[in-house]
Nanobody, 115 residues
Framework: QVQLVESGGGLVQAGGSLRLSCAAS????????MGWYRQAPGKQRELVAA???????NYGDSVKGRFTISRDNPKNPVNLQMNSLKPEDTAVYYC?????????WGQGTQVTVSS
């Protein structure tokens, strides 16, 4: 088992930037994929960005060119740099790590973008 804790969320004005980090309760290895998802009120959870163990990345259409996912160290395995934020990016952002076919989720961090 591993627990994930997101950090870096907050309130920012449109056009601003935030960097989200995901901390793990222990060093993790044998990762299949890592990703960030978000869920806005009244909407389904959606993929924001994902990165495979080989380094391939995938982004949601609405964030391409603005967000960047990156790998870090085994205790803080994945980050999300968010630039040019828009009010429609407002949501709870969740870290996801898949290891050996099992998904692990954090509890989420709120990102609010004011216009």
């Amino acid at each position: 088992q591993v627990q994930l804790v997101e950090s870096g969320g907050g309130l920012v004005q449109a056009g601003g930037s935030l960097r989200l980090s995901c901390a793990a309760s222990r060093s993790i290895f044998a990762i299949d994929t890592m990703g960030w998802y978000r869920q806005a009120p009244g909407k389904q959870r959606e993929l924001v960005a994902a990165i495979t163990s080989g380094g391939s990345t995938n982004y949601g259409d609405s964030v391409k060119g603005r967000f960047t996912i990156s790998r870090d160290n085994p205790k803080n395995p994945v980050n999300l740099q968010m630039n040019s934020l828009k009010p429609e990016d407002t949501a709870v952002y969740y870290c996801n790590i898949r290891m050996r076919g099992t998904d692990y989720w954090g509890q989420g961090t709120q990102v609010t973008v004011s216009s």
